[in-house]
């Protein structure tokens, strides 16, 4: 086979130059039709094998030209749309391409150098020592890039290539100082547009736009259309004014060599605070609002984080509506592009405040509330990381019929605000509203081979957006100044529903500590796990490890959730990371976990942790819903025999057959009637449900194992040494003996508070019988069934809850009815008379009166007669 070049000439002249090469002039649509086509000396036509000198030849249009280059060659086409091509087969690379006049498409295998003239061309680059050139205002050009790539002077767009076939490179693209249009191929993409008002469309992937400097040079947004404008009106002011689209993260580069990356989504560019006062200026509160206006300087710099964030100021007042004091925006959101500017003017606004009027007392607070969200006081932004509205009054609100307006509108923040009716009824007036997104019908961003396509005018790019948005919320916190002697409870509530907090500041100095506080609280920084590994077939509840936060504040509460936990394999306990379902090594030796941790104001931080699972000797085998049998020589198909090591065999639903071997095993029979043989070992039998679920017998050698609830099964097992329930564990010795608990003392301490639990001690493990157990006084006073509410058995503890307060200073017996307490052998604990009962004595009220009560009552009702009696629903005789 003769290696080749492919080019392909539509109508024009094409000069092959310097150098011995093969020209095959082939038939288009099987007609050769002529055309003007010059050979220099020493060209060899390989259809008819002769030499030409220089002459015309004709083709028609869109011919398709070969040669085998064996020196250094020029390819040059003239006026028209041409394309050329360079093959993989090429023995050296093409030098230089030069497509003329026209829109043309050139580039192919190996380093070329291409120049494509006047007109819209197209640069194909495999290779990052392609050079392009282009001339200003010679059309508009697109390179379409299989590798990472910065596009050179006077070319405007650049696309990393696609691959149909195989999965895309992760290659990044960059662009210059023109207006560029930068696409993303399907892999995680970096792109950067240098200069210039640039579109950047990352395509699928986690794609990331790359800016230089600090991102407080940047004034960042999100579009209702999903898009996000990224415009540098600070510092060098040189990066333009860019639009973002399917771009997941924005990264700043540092001097230094480092870089700062935010997502791009809600809250998450942290730099950024939206913070508003809403403030009750009616009369009453003059010394209050003085009190802010003192330091006002310092709350507005706290916003700014002293210069480390870009922070947005608003301020609107409210008196009372309903009678004629409607709210009002004392300050729009400051955009002003100077951060100094923005200062001063929110400056100005909350020294413009005033006190005055109010009328009644109760005032309109929410509709201050509201008028902050609903877009009068300017637009939100969504991805700030810090969104809050704090109010203060120290009046009770009268329009708590707006509560849900607020919240709908706090818990919305990015979608656009509809009203449609205003309704006035006898709670005032109330908006009808919906919240929708806007969205785009435009097509397609880019044609098939990765240019951007342009609207009808090629004025602006069509772009293909997400309509599926995320809403921010926004926090909104209450103070009440003074000490309120009114009902808080609509403060305290939309607070709380609104992510924020509510309080109480007694004097004009506590509120300017809380507005502080409101203002200068930030999120925690990082999550620690002081250990990330867990043994395979670890048990449920076993805990891996103890999480703990970072946060500049001081004195902070913090909360764990898990965001992303594949499989469900872990659970937060308090600050502890548990195991929650089997863990198997040989599944998977590692797991990603996503923990979030939220601080008293409802600021978040997340962060993924790798938990690393250790093997344990022995394997875990899983059994089906059918009857399976699992034992030296048989298993399940497709899976291992048991081992001499600690292996974990699960039953399903069938009537297994189970049997380990000498190994420490851990088998689970599941549902159905199941055999299990444990073997040598110190084996476990595992069951799902609580020990009181099932009944436990033995006799010769084999412990019968009833499950009491709907539709369970009974189990015969053998050679095992533990069984491990839902809420205990306990060796199998416990359910073998013959001797009866024993209650351990009988004789109970005096003093017991009147509003305890009466808990009772046995010197083993026991279980509800099917007997009554009395609580006595003379004669009966309260019978409790063992099997209710009042009654709880724990380990080898016996808990009774009376239905009321007992009575001071009197003596008590607790009695059983024959069979009512069992140990796990079903040993009835032997009650013969009095003298087995348990005896103790409620505090004396005269005691409980001098000291203070225990159980909540104060001392003075207890001094006035009230004794506890009359919570008790018995009579005492």
Not at 488 to 507: K, V, Y
């Amino acid at each position: 086979m003769v290696p080749h070049l492919l080019l392909s000439a539509i109508g024009e002249k094409i000069y092959i130059n310097t150098g011995l090469s093969y020209v095959d002039m082939g038939l288009i649509d099987g007609i050769k039709t002529m055309h003007s086509m010059s050979l220099y000396q020493g060209a060899v036509d390989l259809v008819d094998r002769s030499i030409y000198s220089e002459s015309d030849i004709s083709f028609g249009d869109n011919v398709m030209l070969q040669a085998v280059k064996i020196g250094s060659n020029e390819f040059e086409a003239g006026t028209g749309d041409d394309n050329l091509t360079a093959d993989f087969s090429l023995i050296n690379p093409i030098e230089f391409m030069f497509g003329g006049e026209g829109n043309d498409t050139m580039g192919g295998f190996g380093v070329n150098s291409m120049y494509g003239g006047s007109g819209d061309d197209i640069y194909k680059v495999n290779d990052e020592h392609d050079f392009v050139y282009e001339k200003l205002n010679e059309g508009a050009d697109l390179v379409d890039s299989e590798v990472t790539y910065t596009l050179p002077d006077n070319v405007e767009n650049l696309t990393l290539h696609h691959n149909l076939i195989f999965s895309d490179p992760a290659i990044n693209g960059t662009g210059n100082d023109l207006d560029n249009q930068l696409k993303g191929n399907n892999a995680a993409n970096v792109l950067s547009g240098v200069g210039g008002d640039d579109i950047m469309d990352g395509g699928d992937g986690y794609d990331t736009a790359a800016y230089y400097g600090s991102p407080l040079d940047y004034d960042i947004r999100r579009a209702s259309d999903g898009s996000w404008s990224v415009k540098n009106v600070r510092g060098s002011e040189g990066a333009g004014s860019d639009t973002l689209i399917n771009i997941e993260a924005i990264r700043f580069d540092t001097e230094e060599g480092g870089h700062l990356s935010y997502r791009l989504q809600k809250n998450g560019l942290t730099f950024q605070t939206d913070f508003a006062i809403v403030v009750d200026t009616t009369g009453s509160m003059w010394d209050d609002i003085d009190s802010v206006k003192v330091v006002a300087s310092d709350l507005i710099d706290a916003a700014f984080a002293d210069g480390n964030a870009d922070a947005r100021i608003g301020v609107v007042s409210f008196k009372d509506a309903e009678i004629g004091e409607p709210s009002s925006v004392v300050l729009s959101f400051t955009d002003q592009d100077s951060f100094a500017e923005r200062k001063d003017v929110a400056l100005s606004a909350i020294n413009s405040l005033g006190a005055y009027g109010g009328g009644d007392w109760a005032e309109t607070d929410f509709d201050g509330l509201r008028m902050a969200l609903d877009g009068s006081m300017g637009e939100w932004r969504v991805g700030a990381g810090i969104l809050r509205i704090a109010l203060f009054t120290d009046a009770p609100v009268k329009d708590t019929y707006l509560a849900d307006e607020v919240s709908a509108l706090a818990h919305n923040i990015g979608a656009t605000i509809d009203v449609h009716t205003s309704m006035v009824g006898s709670v005032g007036t109330v908006d009808t509203f919906t919240l929708s997104f806007e969205s785009t019908d435009l097509p397609v961003a880019v044609d098939e081979d990765g240019a951007l396509l342009l609207s009808a005018d090629s004025s602006e790019p069509l772009v293909a957006v997400d309509a599926s948005l995320e809403t921010a919320q926004v926090q909104i916190f209450t103070i009440v100044v003074g000490s309120p002697s009114f009902d808080t409870t609509p403060l305290e509530s939309i607070a709380a529903e609104n992510g924020g907090g509510f309080l109480i500041a007694e004097d004009n100095d506590a509120l300017v500590d809380a507005l502080f506080y409101i203002i200068e609280n930030t999120a925690p920084t990082d999550i620690q796990l002081d250990n990330n590994t867990v043994s395979e077939n670890s048990a449920n509840g076993t805990v891996v490890g103890n999480l703990s936060a970072v946060d500049p504040d001081s004195g902070e509460t913090f909360t764990y959730s898990l965001i992303d936990n594949p499989e469900n394999l872990f659970a937060i306990d308090g600050n502890h990371l548990v195991v929650n379902n089997a863990i198997d090594y040989e599944a998977a030796a590692s797991h990603d976990i996503t923990v979030r941790v939220s601080d008293f104001v409802s600021n978040t931080f997340e962060k993924v942790f790798t938990i690393n699972v250790t093997d344990v000797p022995g394997v875990t085998i899983e059994g089906t819903a059918e009857a399976d049998l699992v034992d030296a020589t048989h298993t399940i198909e497709g899976q291992s025999l048991p081992t001499p090591e600690a292996d974990t065999i699960n039953g399903c639903d069938g009537d297994d057959s189970i049997a380990g071997l000498c190994g420490d095993d851990v088998i689970t029979g599941g549902a159905g009637n199941d055999s299990i043989d444990g073997g040598d070992g110190d084996d476990t039998v595992v069951y799902v449900g609580p020990q009181s679920q099932y009944s436990i017998s033995y006799e010769s050698g084999v412990y019968t194992v009833v499950d009491t609830s709907e539709g369970g099964g009974t189990d015969f097992v053998i050679n095992v040494e533990h069984f491990q329930f839902a809420d205990e564990t306990f060796s199998t010795d416990n359910t073998v003996d013959t001797a009866p608990p024993v209650l351990d003392p009988n004789e109970a301490p005096a003093d017991l508070a009147v509003g305890d639990d009466i808990v009772l001690s046995f010197d083993e493990m026991v279980m509800p019988g099917t007997g009554e157990i009395t609580l006595y006084k003379g004669s009966i006073a309260e019978g409790n069934e063992v099997d209710g509410i009042d009654v709880s058995f724990v380990g080898n503890t016996l808990v009774v809850d009376p239905d009321g307060n007992l009575a001071y200073g009197t003596d008590y017996y607790v009695t059983f009815e024959n069979d009512s307490v069992l140990d796990l052998a079903r040993n009835p604990y032997d009650y013969e008379d009095e003298d087995d009962a348990f005896h103790f004595s409620t505090l004396d009220a005269a005691v409980a009166a001098s000291g203070g009560s225990s159980d909540g009552i104060s001392a003075g009702a207890v001094v006035a007669g009230v004794a506890g009696l009359g919570l008790l629903a018995f009579v005492i005789f």
